[in-house]
């Protein structure tokens, strides 16, 4: 059998994509000494590539058994989950079955049993597949063949009591190869919380009403269809999605009670086209989105919204290097969109519309075994240059990126990215109507109260465009042992001229730098402040991000069912915070609370597990104190210091039935994939009911933070019932 690790070495060459050999005869091989650097042809085997891998090994892979211990219900919460364990960021870029999609929601509702696998990729694919810079990419590997009728009905409740939530979801979802399709129908019902329901009293010796909502009752109804199609190197995929919500707010206007009628309705649909051409991948999605708002009672608006939207995306290898293949990545976005708006007899039409270009070129300069272009660098080394231009209404913009990452040993990578650009201020930012938004608690330092107040929302046509400049560099290491261990180490620099924002925290300073945005009665007490975009004249903020992984070893070939346990520590701390509202005033440190405190540290462990048919899921955050100071710069007896906090949400699931084979739904599930029975989970979000706290630098309770007040929900409760039919 000689024959048969020779063939693993020659196609171990394919960047440690996992193969599989199938000798088609035993023909007799002599032994003799053989040069392994040499290629050699052996006859009578077959070796394939790892079904879905993409173009670069992952560097941290979730299998089937480690997808069902996450809890959830659909691919959506799958990538939630990924991210927050494994510090993704906000929006990794999603491929399917190792190839980017037109439009990767047509997959997001599907049973967690649809995957396979979920990999996420070494930060050097983000080159290779024409990411942003920084952006992680992540590789979702379907089963071949699936088929499943899924319903949940989930009921939830705060132990305080005084609201409830019911939801009911059903769903169709099959895939055969690289067609698919997905209909889901989703209806959900919130009552309201009344002001009467909890110590919650703002009234300043005003009369108080126990009508106000803290929130409002709300009735929900959303349906959305997917589809994809396959046709030759081509395939096609298609969206759908309606929704109709209705809620009723009543709010406090002055003294009064305000009762408020809201219904939104919208219908957005999709068309994607992708394949290969010419040695080209191309893709291509087009978007359309109307939506239609009304609102009678405390303002009386009616809006019509309608956009489109097309982007597209092409990539190709650009040239052979001795160190590998150079990528080519191109991106494009056009899109338009028309709002008519009727707002107290007054009636205001807008248009929008905006386009960009983006390119990205991945250049292999080392790669591991001695080949170099740019000296004796050990390892495989990777550089990635960008730039784009953008426009959005009258404003234009430009970026320029690059990037390198770094394995000088295999499991250890290093990386780096820096970006400069220069973005446009979307029309809606600039156009929209000035209206009040929802109710938000505000404490006042001139008059020492906590007032809740309707801030005034809407856009400011004298916005002008933001510049950026962005540096992250990053270390990881793993995974390693069987535990698979694996370490992550990143530093953030941002600095921004003319950043978008809106006013920080009111404090005295704030309110003498502007105050035209503050709005107060005959009496002094504060009424509403404008929070409208602006522009900040300059910022700069640093930070430092950690993350730890291992999981618990599982023996190799799959007897019995072992326990699955995962878990993850991030760790965040900031280590500057500046900002410059307008030109000539002096920089607010908001780290040492000037302007709005911030907290300076952070915290988070989760852990996955599942044995037989039990499941749990727990998160655990903390966050630090901090203070916000009544006038920048120094510190006083009327600062408001905010007391760290604690948070515990656990997830118990108990499936009552025998399970499914792991055939039902495909290969390579891992493990037990696939349920016919009644599965039950008990959420408990908040475990120990803990609330924000906070009081006065000088010692006495600081105002606005009763129990009830920054907090009303505080220990929920929830039961799910889910079962695959």
């Given at each position: 059998m000689g024959w048969l690790s020779l063939a693993a070495v020659i196609a171990g060459g394919q960047d440690g994509a996992a193969i599989k050999v199938v000798p088609t005869s035993l023909p007799q091989i002599a032994r003799q000494e053989q040069d392994l650097g040499q290629a050699v042809q052996v006859e009578d085997v077959e070796v394939f590539g790892r079904r879905g891998a993409a173009l670069t090994s992952p560097e941290i892979e979730l299998d089937g058994a480690d997808i069902d211990a996450l809890g959830v219900w659909d691919i959506n919460e799958v990538l939630e989950r990924m991210a927050e364990t494994l510090s993704l960021g906000e929006r990794p870029m999603v491929l399917i079955n190792g190839q980017p999609t037109p439009n990767v929601d047509a997959y997001k509702g599907f049973p967690p049993g649809a995957l396979a696998r979920a990999e996420v990729l070494?930060?050097?694919?983000?080159?290779?597949?024409?990411?942003?810079?920084?952006?992680?990419?992540?590789?979702?590997?379907?089963?071949?063949?699936?088929?499943?009728?899924?319903?949940?009905?989930?009921?939830?409740?705060?132990?305080?009591?005084?609201?409830?939530?019911?939801?009911?979801?059903?769903?169709?979802?099959?895939?055969?190869?690289?067609?698919?399709?997905?209909?889901?129908?989703?209806?959900?019902?919130?009552?309201?919380?009344?002001?009467?329901?909890?110590?919650?009293?703002?009234?300043?010796?005003?009369?108080?009403?126990?009508?106000?909502?803290?929130?409002?009752?709300?009735?929900?109804?959303?349906?959305?269809?997917?589809?994809?199609?396959?046709?030759?190197?081509?395939?096609?995929?298609?969206?759908?999605?309606?929704?109709?919500?209705?809620?009723?707010?009543?709010?406090?206007?002055?003294?009064?009670?305000?009762?408020?009628?809201?219904?939104?309705?919208?219908?957005?649909?999709?068309?994607?086209?992708?394949?290969?051409?010419?040695?080209?991948?191309?893709?291509?999605?087009?978007?359309?989105?109307?939506?239609?708002?009304?609102?009678?009672?405390?303002?009386?608006?009616?809006?019509?919204?309608?956009?489109?939207?097309?982007?597209?995306?092409?990539?190709?290898?650009?040239?052979?290097?001795?160190?590998?293949?150079?990528?080519?990545?191109?991106?494009?976005?056009?899109?338009?969109?028309?709002?008519?708006?009727?707002?107290?007899q007054t009636h205001v039409k807008s248009t929008t519309s905006g386009q960009n270009a983006r390119g990205t070129v991945a250049i292999p300069l080392t790669k591991a075994g001695g080949r170099s272009l740019v000296g004796p660098i050990p390892g495989d080394l990777v550089a990635t240059l960008g730039g784009g231009v953008r426009q959005v209404g009258g404003d234009g913009g430009d970026e320029l990126s690059a990037g390198l990452s770094w394995t000088p040993l295999k499991g250890f990578r290093l990386t780096s990215e820096w970006s400069a650009l220069t973005e446009g201020v979307s029309d809606n930012l600039k156009s929209e109507p000035i209206y009040y938004g929802s109710p938000i608690v505000v404490f006042d330092f001139r008059t020492g109260e906590a007032v809740e107040i309707l801030p005034i929302r809407g856009g400011n046509p004298d916005l002008r465009p933001p510049q950026f400049e962005r540096l992250s560099i990053g270390a990881s290491a793993g995974p390693f042992t069987p535990w698979a261990v694996t370490g992550n180490l990143g530093y953030q620099r941002a600095v921004s001229t003319d950043g978008v924002g809106s006013l920080p925290a009111l404090t005295e300073d704030v309110e003498i730098a502007f105050p035209e945005l503050i709005q107060r009665d005959a009496e002094g007490r504060l009424v509403s402040i404008d929070y409208r975009p602006m522009n900040l004249s300059s910022g700069l903020s640093e930070s430092l991000n950690a993350g730890f992984n291992f999981s618990l070893p599982r023996p190799a070939g799959g007897a019995g069912e072992p326990m699955?346990?995962?878990?993850?520590?991030?760790?965040?701390?900031?280590?500057?915070?500046?900002?410059?509202?307008?030109?000539?005033?002096?920089?607010?440190?908001?780290?040492?609370?000037?302007?709005?405190?911030?907290?300076?540290?952070?915290?988070?462990?989760?852990?996955?597990?599942?044995?037989?048919?039990?499941?749990?899921?727990a998160t655990a955050q903390w966050q630090d104190g901090y203070r916000t100071r009544r006038i920048s710069a120094a510190d006083g007896p009327d600062d408001l210091v905010v007391a760290p906090f604690t948070s515990v949400d656990l997830r118990f699931s108990f499936q009552m039935a025998s399970r499914g084979s792991p055939t039902e739904n495909g290969q390579g599930g891992g493990g037990r994939r696939a349920n016919a029975g009644l599965q039950v989970n008990l959420d408990i979000a908040n475990l120990f009911d803990a609330r924000p706290e906070a009081r006065l630098a000088k010692g006495s309770p600081a105002p606005g933070y009763g129990r009830d007040v920054q907090d009303p929900i505080g220990r929920m409760v929830r039961v799910t019932l889910q079962r695959r039919f």
């Open positions: 070494p930060p050097q694919a983000a080159g290779m597949y024409g990411a942003a810079p920084g952006q992680r990419v992540v590789n979702l590997v379907l089963q071949p063949k699936f088929s499943s009728y899924d319903g949940r009905v989930a009921g939830s409740r705060p132990t305080q009591g005084g609201t409830s939530s019911l939801s009911g979801d059903l769903r169709r979802s099959a895939i055969a190869g690289r067609n698919t399709h997905q209909v889901g129908l989703r209806l959900s019902r919130d009552t309201a919380l009344r002001t009467g329901e909890r110590d919650y009293d703002l009234s300043m010796g005003r009369p108080s009403d126990e009508r106000v909502t803290l929130r409002p009752h709300s009735d929900s109804i959303s349906l959305n269809g997917n589809l994809t199609r396959a046709f030759g190197d081509w395939s096609s995929v298609f969206t759908v999605n309606a929704q109709t919500q209705d809620s009723r707010p009543v709010v406090r206007l002055s003294a009064e009670p305000v009762e408020s009628s809201r219904r939104s309705d919208t219908l957005a649909g999709s068309a994607g086209l992708s394949g290969r051409l010419a040695g080209w991948l191309l893709q291509g999605n087009f978007n359309a989105r109307a939506s239609r708002r009304h609102e009678d009672g405390l303002q009386n608006i009616r809006s019509d919204m309608q956009s489109l939207a097309l982007t597209g995306n092409a990539s190709r290898p650009l040239f052979d290097l001795p160190t590998g293949i150079a990528t080519l990545n191109l991106s494009g976005n056009l899109e338009g969109g028309w709002t008519a708006i009727d707002r107290d699955v346990l995962r878990v993850a520590l991030n760790y965040g701390l900031q280590l500057a915070n500046v900002v410059r509202l307008r030109a000539g005033l002096p920089e607010m440190d908001r780290l040492k609370g000037d302007g709005g405190g911030l907290s300076p540290q952070n915290a988070r462990i989760m852990i996955d597990a599942r044995r037989g048919p039990w499941g749990a899921n």
